[in-house]
């Protein structure tokens, strides 16, 4: 059954701020935006209705909870991995668009693991610390909330689509393969230019939608591009491993997405107001210079060692990474020279050298490796990249800046959750299986105008109201805080950790009954609810927003939450128990 958006417009509102969706309506004059409730099932037209926040008692109960049935896996264990107390800031989007700079384009709260970045592998996040009190090194991130008092005009957001032109923007696969061996060099080589030409005749046809939003043609190039990268990748996988080589399958690197990066560049000045200067004070991260992509062909004697020198190079960042959150704010640059890059340095010229030894010992040694040790702070301002039709491997974005992280539309300080409660909870129908260690898993769409929203969930209420959420931003009675209220994914395939678009491996279960669909098995079901205590005259001045993608403008409705696990098997067996024998744990 069709469902209108919950709740009436109230009369103070942002809508230059959050007026997107019309601007892109009438740039285009062909996409229809709609908007949903409880994960996509139904539909209203948003083109009417630009006012995106709601009194939370005008919001009608909507949350369905499965009455448990016999069998049922009733208990809960929970997580307390602080409120990013420590300043784990960053624009990475490690789940879904793995190995791409800045791939989310807004700042993230992470919470749990301390390595992680967009380049981290799995053995990078098993060696991390964490900010979890039972030592779980999972890695938990939503993207932040802001105050920001000023607004930004309609019509330049407007001029600013109308100059974009829309990207596809792919992972490198060529920078996180594993040693190819000599016999598989050329065939990988031929079948990496390929993947190039796959994504430049992708752009090719995103020409068309120049200065507009148009969902389902974006969704139509990613999922023809998807499908064919999943077979030069399968090629890539089998090629290799047959050649003697180890290369797990690449199914994390399959998934694309259309990029309207270029909006930013295309605002004034004005809308970014962090200065160079202030940049210091930023969130910064370690940029390396990759080797993967630089090696020749291996000899098969030297695949093992070069694997495991090229695991060492990626664990030296990761740890790099993890000092600097873990020393921020001790001895500035200095301390960051001494104490941080130039161990690394030391550490990195050492492992290129086994590696160029290695290749040595059976062919020719590879010169320059040298040259790729030294790593730098990557955390200054930098100039947003023309637009173009070549392959795209990186966002343009400069790295967020200034004091409150800020990035190009984007901005405003910061609000720090005032409590995160991190729970896993049972299935109403079934017992739950352990999940499987590194699996990862998305809730919501944090681009429900240019991918449809088919994946957003409405996330948004107040505490004392958790029988409702909303998919506008809610204004809550006085004492009341506001909530984002996260669901993940509670039922599992059997046997994958992740899947070409980052969700197939999983599903929710049955909104009214609770059970999975036909095989899949339960596992416990992540919940993470994330608290603020905002004004309440923030709140009826529109003043709060989420940070977004710039072709989002903030809207309440891309909200969105990212999980990798990386529980160890005893922690999540415990888990199991407790919710299997429907206890109350942590």
Request: with cysteine; charged share 20%; net charge positive.
């Amino acid at each position: 059954m069709n469902r209108r958006k919950s709740g009436t417009p109230l009369a103070q509102t942002r809508p230059a701020r959050l007026a997107l969706a019309a601007l892109v309506l009438a740039a285009s004059g062909a996409l229809t935006a709609t908007f949903v409730s409880g994960g996509g099932k139904d539909t209203a037209d948003a083109a009417t209705n630009l006012d995106q926040f709601v009194a939370i008692e005008k919001v009608p109960p909507n949350v369905q909870n499965p009455t448990p049935a016999a069998g049922a896996s009733t208990g809960r264990f929970t997580v307390d991995c602080g409120t990013n107390g420590n300043g784990k800031f960053s624009p990475d989007n490690p789940v879904a668009q793995p190995g791409i700079r800045n791939g989310a384009e807004h700042v993230h709260d992470f919470v749990g693991n301390l390595a992680i970045t967009a380049n981290s592998s799995n053995a990078d996040l098993d060696a991390s610390g964490t900010t979890c009190r039972n030592g779980d090194k999972s890695s938990y991130f939503w993207p932040v909330v802001r105050i920001d008092k000023t607004v930004r005009s309609g019509k330049q957001i407007q001029q600013a689509l109308a100059q974009t032109q829309p990207m596809v923007v792919c992972p490198s696969v060529g920078k996180r393969l594993r040693a190819v061996p000599t016999g598989a060099r050329g065939t990988v080589d031929r079948l990496l230019a390929e993947l190039d030409r796959q994504q430049a005749a992708a752009n090719q046809r995103m020409t068309g939608t120049r200065g507009r939003i148009d969902a389902a043609f974006n969704r139509e190039v990613i999922d023809a591009l998807r499908a064919r990268r999943a077979d030069m990748l399968r090629e890539i996988s089998t090629t290799i491993t047959a050649a003697g080589g180890n290369q797990p399958g690449l199914v994390s690197l399959v998934e694309c997405d259309v990029s309207y990066d270029d909006m930013h560049a295309r605002m004034p000045d004005s809308a970014h107001r962090a200065s160079a200067t202030a940049a210091q004070a930023a969130n910064p991260r370690i940029q390396c210079p990759s080797v993967r992509d630089k090696l020749p062909g291996v000899p098969d004697r030297a695949l093992a060692e070069v694997n495991r020198n090229l695991d060492d190079l990626d664990r030296q960042i990761s740890e790099a990474n993890e000092r600097l959150v873990s020393s921020r704010g001790q001895g500035g640059p200095a301390f960051v020279d001494n104490a941080i890059l130039g161990p690394l340095r030391d550490k990195r010229v050492a492992a290129l050298d086994r590696i160029a030894t290695a290749i040595g010992r059976q062919a020719t040694r590879p010169q320059g490796l040298d040259a790729l040790a030294a790593c730098r702070l990557d955390q200054a301002p930098s100039t947003p990249a023309a637009p173009s039709s070549a392959p795209s491997t990186a966002t343009a974005l400069p790295d967020p800046q200034g004091p409150n992280f800020e990035l190009p539309g984007n901005t405003g300080g910061i609000v720090r959750p005032a409590q995160v409660l991190i729970e896993y909870r049972g299935n109403p129908v079934s017992k739950v299986v352990p999940m499987p260690k590194f699996l990862r898993a998305l809730t919501g769409d944090a681009k429900p105008t240019s991918r449809g929203p088919a994946n957003a969930r409405a996330t948004w209420t107040c505490s004392g109201f958790t029988d409702r959420l909303s998919d506008k931003y809610p204004i809550c009675p006085a004492g009341s805080q506001v909530q984002r209220v996260h669901d993940f994914p509670g039922c599992w395939d059997g046997s994958n950790i992740d899947s070409d678009n980052h969700r197939k491996h999983v599903a929710f279960a049955d909104r009214a009954t609770g059970a999975c669909p036909q095989g899949f098995q339960a596992i416990p079901q992540l919940r993470i609810t994330v608290g603020y205590d905002i004004a309440r005259k923030v709140q009826v001045k529109g003043q709060y927003a989420l940070d977004s993608f710039p072709e989002e403008n903030h809207n309440p409705f891309s909200d969105h939450n990212d999980f990798v696990n990386v529980n160890s098997a005893q922690t999540m067996q415990r888990i199991v128990t407790c919710i299997n024998k429907g206890k109350n744990c942590s």
